[in-house]
């Protein structure tokens, strides 16, 4: 979501701001940027295609903003193409990303299921056959503080090797076993840590829950908004 990635900006910039004040500066007046981007969301309203049309450009936007401003931190050898890029990965950062987001995802499917809700159903990504459209709309708060936090982390220190991925032919980079282990001990991690929701200290994981059962109690009318609930460290 743009705020998550306001968020991380925020963190990110905040962790720096003795050890490289000027990367910190710059890391903020991004997280700026995308802040005018979430503001803007306030504006938007009439049917359901406009709006999601509308949302997906803004979202859009954020993400350039971001991933330009990230690029700054994360050591060329994981990510010489400094954009990013899905099918197929290009280089080890953007493997990284896709395969930490689908460890989430798996995740959100199984809370979104434990919830009693259909996960072919959601909101702001398009319903089709086969597609867990409700899955990627939940996972949309959880990808970045945990996905990204975890490959932000073993980029940034150097922890990722060069055995812990192959590129292919026709450009495609696919990570080996050791560095798919590394990414989902670090994304069990987080998902471990426990934050303060509604009152209580719980873990990660069973927040992913809480959002699901919250998005249940919305549909069956029992609270009149759902306010999403984004973790940030």
């Known amino acids: 979501s743009i705020h998550s990635r306001y968020l991380m900006l925020k963190y990110l910039a905040k ?9 910190s500066n710059l890391l903020e007046e991004h997280a ?26 803004f979202e859009g936007n954020a993400a350039r903003i971001y ?33 930490g987001n689908s460890i989430v995802r798996g995740v959100v499917f199984r809370m979104v299921l434990a919830a009693g809700l259909d996960p072919t159903l959601g909101f ?12 990627l709309d939940l996972a949309e ?11 932000l982390k073993l980029t940034t220190s150097l ?25 989902f001990e670090e994304i069990t991690k987080i998902l471990e840590r426990k934050v303060l929701y509604r009152g209580k200290k719980k873990e990660i994981r069973y927040v992913i829950l809480g959002e699901a059962r919250k998005i249940a109690k919305f549909l069956r009318g029992k609270i009149k908004e759902y306010k999403p609930f984004i973790p940030m460290w």
């Open 67 to 99: 991933y330009k401003a990230i690029s700054e931190i994360v050591p060329e050898r994981y990510w010489p193409t400094k954009g990013r890029e899905y099918f197929p990965p290009p280089d080890p950062f953007n493997a990284m990303i896709s395969f």
């Open 124 to 135: 702001l990504h398009l319903i089709r056959s086969g597609r867990r459209a409700l899955v």
């Open 159 to 183: 922890q990722m090797d060069k055995d812990d991925w192959v590129y292919l032919p026709r450009g495609k980079v696919y990570l080996t076993d050791t560095g798919r282990r590394k990414i």
């Open 15 to 23: 962790n720096r701001r003795k050890s490289a004040p000027e990367l």
């Open 141 to 151: 708060q959880f990808l970045v503080p945990i996905s990204h936090l975890a490959t």
């Open 32 to 57: 700026e940027k995308i802040k005018e981007w979430e503001e803007k969301i306030d504006e938007v309203n009439g049917e359901l295609r406009k709006v999601r049309k509308e949302l997906n450009s």
